[in-house]
Structures are given as structure tokens and as C-alpha cells.
């Protein structure tokens, strides 16, 4: 019987070669758009920066903060394209900073602005509270007839067929960055128009096959503020970065209102 230090010495030891990968330094000037909250309006500041190919604009914008500015405001949380914080437009698109590398626009000026729609708080940072309200407000949560069964049920509705879950997986991949909502001109135009963020989560919830509220939730966006408001410009879909699609979201939930059919 082979000894356990012979077995170790008989494995083949398996080397797997990266790919080298080959860093590039360009210059580059941050036009950063700031919003001073004390007076209420806001002014333009420019920064120099040496990146890399790899660097994104969060990085710079952090490393901006470190070594020229310590007073500029900027909103994130996991760097990682999941929680949405970092969202702001950059060279005039809605984008999420920590996706968005400098080097990959291809020009040695890059503008930064907060989101439009939403109010400035400091700088880059927005306030979501309307955004949030108008996403409460479509009911974003599975309703069931029976409460005890919802709150105090310990096993499953009852398992959901993939062709059941291909209805919603899609537009259930939101992650509230509010992009969406920036770059919608139906929300500049009117301020009371729930926007393509709720509107696609009203879809996502009542397109979902253990959900017994899609009646209650349809009429709250059968209104000129909910789906009816909304021209298709498509511009909402063009800047998700989860090709969550919520132009074809508020289509799918007209489709529902027009044809009485959840699906």
C-alpha cells in the first residue's frame, strides 16, 4: 500500500499561463460637476490624472478625492456593478462609474455630472427619495390573497416552471441604479410620471405566477402618470446596465391592460 507523502509526489502538478496583460498610461482631465448646497448651484472643477487601462472612473474619482480634493462627494458601495450606488452621467451618459473605464471612451476629456431628474445633494451624490416612493408605490413584493400563508408559511408557493420564471427573470435583474430614470425625458417633462424603473417592477411582480395582486397593481399605473405617459423613446433600456429592457416592461404591462390576460 502506497504511503500517503508517495501518493502526494505521484499528482502531476498542472501550471496554467495567464495571459499577460499589458498596462497603458494615458493623461487625462476630470471636468467634474459639482453642486454646492450652500448656495444652491453648481459650478464646474477640472482635475489632471494619470490612468491606466484599467482604471474606472470610480477608481479616479476616489483617487481625486485622496490626493487633490478631500471636500468632493461621491456615492458608491461595492465597486462591483451590484448595488447601483455609483451612478451618474459621464460624457453625457447615464453610466455606472465602476463599470465605465476612461481609457475604453477614447478621449483625454472626461466630463462627470450627477444624475439628471433627481435633486443634487452635494456634487456628484442625488437624492433618490421620489425615485424609491414612485418604486413603493407599484408594490414590488409578491401579494397573496392569504396573509398567514405570505408571513407565516414555512414552505414554498409551489415550485415555478422555467417557463413560468422566463415571464419576469429578466426584469428581475434591477438593481435601482436609477439610470433609467435619469435618462428618461418623460420624467423631465412631468414630474409626477412614475417613471421606467417602477413601471418595469409593476410588470416584473404581476408577470410572476405566485402573485395574486396584479389587478390592484395594474390600476395604480393604468394612468396618464403611469404607462400611458410614455412615448417609447427607448432611451430607458439603451442605458440599463443589467439589459433589464424596462421599455419593453412597460409595453408587456400595456399589453396586460389592453387584453384583460397577464400574459
Known amino acids: 500500500m502506497a504511503s500517503a507523502s508517495s501518493a502526494e509526489a505521484s499528482v502531476e502538478t498542472v501550471k496554467i499561463k495567464l495571459p499577460e496583460v499589458k498596462i497603458e498610461k494615458r493623461d487625462v482631465v476630470f471636468k467634474v460637476k459639482r453642486y454646492d448646497p450652500e448656495k444652491g448651484s453648481f459650478y464646474w472643477r477640472e482635475y489632471k490624472l494619470t490612468i491606466t487601462n484599467r482604471t474606472t472612473i470610480l477608481d479616479a474619482l476616489l483617487r481625486i478625492k485622496e490626493t487633490q480634493d478631500s471636500t468632493l462627494a461621491v456615492r458608491y458601495s461595492c465597486r462591483m456593478g451590484i448595488c447601483g450606488s455609483c451612478g451618474m452621467v459621464i460624457n ?32 456628484i451624490v442625488t437624492d433618490f427619495d421620489k425615485f424609491f416612493d414612485n418604486h413603493k408605490q407599484v408594490k414590488p413584493w409578491l401579494i397573496r390573497k392569504d396573509e398567514k400563508e ?20 429578466q426584469f428581475s435583474y434591477c438593481i435601482k441604479c436609477g439610470l433609467c430614470y435619469s435618462a428618461c425625458p418623460l420624467v423631465f417633462l412631468n414630474k409626477e410620471y412614475l417613471g421606467p424603473q417602477a413601471l418595469a417592477q409593476a410588470y416584473r411582480w404581476s408577470a410572476d405566477s405566485r402573485d395574486e395582486g396584479a ?43 389592453l387584453s384583460g390576460k397577464r400574459r
Open 150 to 169: 405570505q408571513f407565516e408559511d414555512l414552505k414554498e408557493y409551489y415550485p415555478q416552471t422555467e417557463e413560468e420564471l422566463n415571464y419576469y427573470l
Open 215 to 257: 389587478e390592484l397593481r395594474l390600476k395604480i399605473v393604468d394612468t396618464d402618470n403611469g404607462v400611458w405617459s410614455c412615448n417609447y423613446s427607448g432611451t430607458c433600456s439603451k442605458v440599463c446596465p443589467k439589459d433589464v429592457d424596462p421599455a419593453l416592461a412597460i409595453n408587456m404591462v400595456k399589453k396586460m391592460l
Open 92 to 123: 453625457g451618459t447615464p453610466r455606472l462609474a465602476c463599470e465605465t473605464k476612461p481609457y475604453d471612451l477614447g478621449t483625454s476629456v472626461i466630463t462627470v455630472e450627477p444624475l439628471s431628474n433627481v435633486p443634487p445633494v452635494k456634487d
